[in-house]
């Protein structure tokens, strides 16, 4: 009290200088010198950003029972010293944003997140996937750093600019936020025990007037009526994205086309023999393997070009004639069908054929391919005979006109020659619209490709 009454004193004579303020508190010391003991040290830690830091305070030198607190944060909270800064908007914290998706696409849903809060990733990192209607997007880190949180939730439709995730670039920061984050967690157990109590006691008396509940009689009731299986034998399960899109095409090309299949079987004897014969040297030059689809593609293309009616579509009240073959293929994947395109068919070779046949596959596989290489087509080949199909009749891939089916190879006996003997046989389909090709163009088409796989050499001498 006589310390604070000399600071007022000296207030009021209007003496403002540090030095007089200095002489009279040196003065007080000594009045007050068996009531107080002067304070040895102070230590001031400057705020950082917008918070407050609490000031750590020493006790007089020699007096245990003395104690004199020289500033404490204005928020009321307990002592402590902090050393960490705070992630402001000052750039400590950046923000993944869903990526652009196409052209054609205008949302997706997020399919899984490949990371966890708290993990440290890396700048162009995947931390989560989006699933669209026809491929799966990445969504790359924007810089290293440790993820905060996720704004968004699995399953959550998304579009692209929305932000997913906080991740902060400050590895200081984050050190104290995992232990600010477990002190909250300890009071939380303690209350669980007794909310428990009563659940398992309320269990019990619930499974008390079940037990004497006889279910005998309903039985005998519905035993006339027919007997269904149990809902818990069965799994509801969303569909995908890219199912929902394949369906839905799929179900279009049945309602809008006039869709009509055309058959016809394939000796694969000379084929085969090509292949056999040239694939050790084939693989030798270009590195990578002959097989038969090139041989198929390169049917496909001689035949679209003998009947370019195949490789045309209808536009409403107009037909579009394509002077280009792009040929799709089927690739069936754990997520579903895709179809990528090969870009200027006509002008490939068989290594050609075969490299980007496999690039695309693997892409497929691997769910890495992007939109522009499924863009388009104006021919589809499906190859079923890789899953031992021996006959079916395919969907068309709308806007397309018609689609190739090839299948499994299956010795079968054959007149050759006036004689019976085996043959390597393949039943090939097409299914066209008939509302543009004719039975007659789509019967020829058929005919040329079975013609140019029996006899390759017809390829060289283009007859």
């Not at 990192?125 to 026809?134: F, L, S």
């Not at 870009?343 to 075969?354: C, G, L, S, V, Y």
Request: glycine share 6%; charged share 25%; net charge positive.
């Amino acid at each position: 009290m006589m310390l604070r009454a000399l600071i007022r004193r000296a207030s009021t004579r209007g003496s403002s200088s540090a030095s007089g303020l200095g002489k009279s508190l040196q003065s007080s010391r000594v009045v007050a010198s068996a009531q107080f003991h002067s304070v040895s040290a102070t230590e001031t830690l400057v705020p950082r950003g917008n918070h407050s830091r609490s000031f750590h305070h020493r006790s007089c030198p020699g007096c245990p029972d003395c104690s004199r607190t020289v500033f404490n944060g204005y928020q009321g909270t307990a002592l402590q010293r902090w050393a960490r800064p705070f992630s402001s908007d000052s750039g400590d914290v950046v923000e993944a944003v869903v990526p652009h998706m196409g052209e054609s696409i205008t949302d997706g849903t997020l399919a899984t997140f490949l990371k966890k809060p708290g993990d440290r990733v890396e700048a162009d990192e995947t931390i989560a996937q989006i699933e669209t209607d026809k491929v799966t997007i990445d969504i790359a880190s924007p810089a290293s750093g440790v993820i905060q949180e996720f704004l968004v939730k699995e399953g959550d439709t998304v579009e692209p600019g929305n932000k997913v995730a906080r991740i902060s670039t400050s590895a200081d920061a984050v050190s104290h936020v995992a232990p600010s984050e477990k002190t909250p967690e300890k009071p939380a157990p303690k209350p669980s025990p007794p909310a428990e109590k009563p659940k398992v006691e309320s269990t019990k008396v619930a499974e008390k007037p079940k037990a004497p509940s006889p279910p005998p009689p309903p039985p005998k009731q519905s035993a006339k009526e027919p007997q269904l299986p149990p809902k818990d034998r069965e799994r509801r399960v969303p569909m995908t994205r890219l199912r929902k899109r394949v369906a839905t095409r799929l179900k279009d090309s049945q309602n809008t086309f006039a869709l009509l299949t055309t058959f016809n079987e394939v000796d694969m004897t000379n084929l085969m023999k090509l292949r056999s014969q040239y694939k050790d040297a084939f693989f030798e030059k270009h590195g990578v393997k002959l097989g038969l689809m090139s041989g198929f593609i390169k049917a496909a293309v001689s035949a679209l070009q003998y009947q370019p009616v195949v490789n045309a579509v209808i536009d409403g009240d107009d037909i579009i004639y394509r002077d280009y073959v792009d040929i799709s293929i089927a690739v069936g994947t754990s997520k579903g069908l895709v179809v990528p395109v090969i870009r200027d068919a006509d002008k490939m070779n068989f290594a050609d054929i075969e490299k980007t046949i496999n690039g695309l596959a693997k892409k497929a596989n691997e769910g890495t391919i992007s939109i522009d290489e499924m863009a388009g087509g104006s021919f589809t080949v499906s190859n079923g005979g890789v899953y031992g199909s021996l006959i079916s009749t395919p969907i068309i891939n709308p806007p397309q006109s018609a689609i190739l089916g090839m299948h499994s190879i299956v010795q079968r006996p054959m007149v050759v020659g006036g004689s019976v003997v085996p043959r390597p046989m393949m039943y090939v389909a097409l299914t066209y619209d008939h509302r543009l090709i004719d039975g007659r163009e789509a019967v020829y088409f058929l005919r040329r490709i079975k013609d140019v796989v029996e006899d390759p050499q017809r390829l060289l001498l283009d007859i």
